[in-house]
């Protein structure tokens, strides 16, 4: 007995030893960035929303496989939308989701491919008093709806936002667009369904932008000029006060352009994979954005906008794309 006591006695010292390297395992999982990714590709939306107009298109389904293959990649956890499972309710959803689960140091990647649309502005801080819009399966999802969701995210929360369509209607109000290259298609509601539309549902997307603004608890600022990428960070922030998680907002064009649609990917989706390459691009995302732009047609110039303040919007923009 008296031995094997003593052969067993060395063993517990050992066990000790080894705890500090679990407890340590388990802590560096614990710190390790969460990243969710929300892909939503439209290929159509439904004509008993669109006062019977289909807006079909050929690339945008491709496209979210496409983001969503490379946010798995890079080690997120993709949801993706397609055409018909693209709707508002849907997309709220996801975004409400994710905003609940993330916190500061965690990622959220959203893109969308699809048309970009236009309503009537109930804010009147428009001239031409319209309002940009995601052109979702079911009903558009109007901008102020969209960044409201997005500054209900956790403080230092990284978030990028790709988006291949217009999100301007600067396009649209003040001359036509031109027409597009042969066999492309452009990824903007036309404006005379725009009008029909927003004439039918009225009531539906006015009373949309008076509850965000009930909701924020502000009452004159509309942020439409932050998703359009069109002005100061303060004009976004002024619907809810301080915003306060990171974001990183890339458009397929400028305000005065189209994003065109494509047989497999659209020209900024199809020029962005071309530039990231598997991962072997290396820069950041200021770079990221410059070299996609300089392959860019002159009629399609990818923007880039941020909002958010201080040291940890610049660590962000300073970060290889789609680092967790």
């Known amino acids: 007995m008296a031995s094997k006591v ?8 050992a066990a000790k030893a080894a ?3 679990a407890a340590s395992t388990a802590a560096t999982k614990l710190s390790k960035a969460k990243a969710l990714s929300l892909h939503i590709g439209l290929n159509a939306v439904n004509p ?15 496209d979210a496989q496409d983001m969503a293959a490379l ?11 397609l055409t018909k499972k693209g709707t508002r309710a849907a997309t709220l959803a996801a975004l409400r989701s994710a905003a609940k689960q993330l916190k500061a140091g965690d990622l959220f990647f959203m893109s969308y491919s699809g048309h970009g649309g236009q309503v009537g502005d109930v804010n009147g801080d428009e001239a031409d008093r319209k309002d940009e819009t995601l052109c979702l399966y079911d009903g558009q999802l109007i901008d102020d709806e969209l960044y409201f969701e997005l500054s209900k995210f956790a403080a230092g929360v990284r978030i990028l936002v790709l988006s291949d369509s217009c999100h301007s209607g600067t396009v649209t109000r003040d001359f036509p667009p031109p027409p597009p290259p042969p066999g492309q298609r452009a990824r903007l509601m036309p404006a005379e369904v725009a009008r029909r539309v927003y004439q039918s549902h ?14 924020a608890g502000k009452t004159t600022v509309d942020p439409d000029a932050a998703l359009a990428l069109l002005g100061p960070a303060a004009q976004a922030t002024a619907l809810v ?14 305000d005065n352009q189209t994003s065109m ?14 530039i990231w390459n598997g991962g072997a691009f290396s820069g950041s995302y ?22 958010g303040a201080g040291a940890e919007l610049a660590a962000f923009l300073k970060q290889k794309p789609f680092t967790v």
């Open 48 to 62: 008993a929303a669109y006062g019977g107009w289909d807006g079909p298109l050929a690339a945008c389904e491709f």
């Open 261 to 274: 649609d494509g047989e497999h990917n659209g020209a900024f989706t199809g020029q962005l994979l071309k």
């Open 241 to 254: 006060g301080a915003f306060k998680p990171s974001v990183i907002l890339i458009s397929g064009c400028q």
């Open 286 to 307: 200021s770079s990221f954005h410059a070299r996609i732009r300089a392959g860019m047609p002159p009629t399609q110039s990818p923007n880039l906008f941020t909002l």
């Open 19 to 21: 705890a500090p390297k």
């Open 71 to 81: 946010a798995k990649s890079q080690g997120m956890k993709p949801t993706v939308l």
């Open 202 to 215: 009225q009531k539906f997307y006015d009373d949309l932008q008076r509850k965000v603004l009930a909701e």
């Open 6 to 13: 003593s052969a067993a006695s060395p063993a517990k010292p």
